[in-house]
């Protein structure tokens, strides 16, 4: 029981302050005044005076891949729900059976494991990546997070193999006509699920929301902040009428638009000089960066960091009119890619929701609260602080209303019930730095 709380319940609603909740059997069982609300006399009480308590935040983009132990990152960070969106599916749900068995620490998962690609995209691609170096090795970590679409018939034969296998979803990246696509979302919709991914290059924005695909990831919309007042109201009504949410992952740009050399040694910093949080990056995450870095330098057809960070800021502008016209944002990072952190990186994420997009706090806790669980069909379960529903719950010594930074001020975690507490979270912290030097 948390006693004497200010609560931000994730629906829009005001702060509510001198509250108590109260939690059992990993359910929220009353929250109420804290005058009004009874409870044994035997019950763990958590004084909450003086403090914040929101939803358990998700990270509606991440990769599930090269953890080596670092996955309570994201219960350490207040992050109790994740969205992966593209990893290899039988690794990914035996995390997801350890974590609900009680056997490993870690957040709730939602997963499309496998991306879609289109065949010959694929192919291409391949083929590059052999002729920049990568050995072989490489190229099969790489193909087996994706799998080749080439026609129809395969597109409908995938769908129903993933969603058989246990995908809760289906994620797409490329398609290899529009007739693939159109069945991609077509045999999702009829699996009683969705289709998710990038922005799909051969098709409208319109034509993908009409297709099916609930949300459009990243920030990369070249030339749309172009389009006239009424092609836009067009795009924003496919979206609005579809309920597509964008996931803009923006703490992914920092390194994109910075310096090589600097962003060679934020990847390098496995010490943690630059970046304290670089001390609990894996060694297979951390070689992926260093290599990354230095084939983005080595080619000589990437724009240069300048030019990349004109092209988002174009894209920016352009959602920045869709939230405006009522289009719903998710927080997401695409964690692990280079310079960002599991768990830690989705503060990040928050915060510059707020400065780019000009969100207020409460729609950027929104958007890692109560949207992602709206998208997922979970607001029975988990999105808000209401009762009957499951307590994940992060304990805040500010508020977050005030400042969106002050979500990174936490004082406990509570997931599925179970509280982590100051103390027991820099254990985790201690033990997965060790874990990662070894």
Do not use: C
């Amino acid at each position: 029981m948390i006693r004497d709380v200010t609560v931000i319940d994730g629906t829009g609603a005001a702060a509510q302050p001198g509250m108590t909740v109260v939690i059992q059997e990993g359910r929220i069982s009353e929250v109420g005044a804290a005058a009004s609300v009874r409870y044994p006399s035997s019950a763990e009480v958590i004084d909450g005076a003086g403090k914040y308590l929101i939803p358990g935040l998700w990270d509606s983009h991440v990769h599930l891949r090269d953890l080596e132990g670092t996955l309570p990152l994201f219960i350490v960070n207040g992050v109790t729900t994740v969205r992966d969106m593209g990893s290899q599916l039988p690794n990914t749900l035996a995390l997801r059976a350890r974590i609900e068995s009680g056997d490993l620490v870690g957040p709730r998962i939602k997963t499309s494991g496998p991306i879609v690609e289109s065949a010959s995209w694929l192919g291409q691609y391949v083929d590059l990546m052999r002729a920049q170096g990568a050995d072989e090795e490489g190229v099969q970590k790489f193909l087996s997070t994706r799998i080749a679409v080439a026609d129809t018939v395969q597109a409908r034969q995938v769908v129903d193999s993933l969603i058989a296998e246990g995908a809760d979803f289906i994620k797409i990246r490329h398609a290899e006509s529009p007739e693939v696509f159109a069945t991609v979302g077509a045999a999702a919709a009829e699996a009683g699920t969705h289709l998710a991914g990038h922005y799909v290059w051969i098709l409208s924005l319109e034509a993908s929301a009409d297709g099916g695909q609930r949300t459009v990831e990243h920030n990369i919309f070249p030339g749309f902040v172009s389009r006239t007042p009424a092609q836009k109201r067009e795009i924003f009504d496919a979206l609005l009428r579809n309920e597509v949410y964008l996931t803009p992952t923006l703490v992914t740009n920092a390194m994109q638009t910075a310096p090589f050399e600097r962003a060679g040694a934020l990847a390098a910093d496995s010490a943690g000089v630059i970046d304290p949080r670089n001390r609990y990056v894996s060694g297979a995450i951390r070689a992926s960066w260093i290599e990354t870095v230095e084939m983005n330098a080595a080619d000589e057809e990437r724009p240069p960091p300048g030019v990349i960070a004109q092209m988002i800021a174009g894209s920016n502008r352009f959602i920045v009119e869709a939230r405006e016209a009522g289009v719903r944002i998710l927080a997401g990072t695409d964690s692990p890619t280079t310079g960002t952190f599991f768990g830690f990186s989705l503060h990040d994420e928050l915060a510059l929701l707020v400065s780019t997009y000009g969100m207020t706090p409460m729609e950027a806790l929104r958007s890692a609260t109560a949207l992602p669980a709206e998208l997922m069909g979970l607001s029975e379960e988990l999105g808000t602080i209401e009762a009957g529903k499951r307590a994940d719950l992060v304990l805040l010594d500010a508020d977050p209303l005030e400042d969106i930074e002050n979500t990174k001020q936490i004082d406990a975690v509570i997931a599925g019930g179970r509280v982590f507490d100051r103390a027991e979270r820099e254990t985790m912290l201690n033990q997965i730095e060790e874990h990662v030097t070894r």
